[in-house]
């Protein structure tokens, strides 16, 4: 993680000294560009139909038959944040059935299944 953010700083330096070098105009819009580019936001939502419609990572508590979702404990766009969740929940109800799941696909469950080849 820390690699991560030292290669995006490293990454914005050399994209403010590149717009440095600019002529007038083009350095306000190269700027404005930039900031836009970078300027992504985590959403997060409590709706589970927006949560699928705008193909959020969603975190749920199911029933210890597996058949329903009990409750929704998080959903978002940042997977690290989900993740982080995910474990947080596991440590307060280790025996809980948990999913990471991002509509139908299962990004993690807890309790781990092996798959049967």
């Keep these: 993680m820390q690699s991560l953010k030292r290669l995006t700083r490293d990454k914005a330096r050399r994209m403010a000294l590149n717009i440095a070098k600019l002529p007038g ?4 819009a190269a700027a404005v560009s930039y900031a836009t580019m970078t300027d992504w936001s985590d959403e ?4 589970p139909l927006y949560a ?3 193909n959020f990572y969603k975190v749920e508590l199911w029933t210890m038959d597996e058949q329903r ?3 929704m404990l998080y959903a978002g766009t940042n997977l690290d944040k989900v993740r982080t969740v995910f ?4 440590r307060i109800r280790p025996r809980a059935r948990i999913t990471i799941r991002q509509r139908m696909r299962v990004v993690d469950e807890w309790p781990r299944h092996e798959t049967l080849l």
């Design 69 to 71: 979702v009990l409750r």
């Design 87 to 90: 474990a947080s929940y596991i």
């Design 25 to 28: 105009s083009a350095k306000a």
């Design 52 to 54: 699928d419609d705008h």
């Design 44 to 47: 997060e939502t409590t709706d």
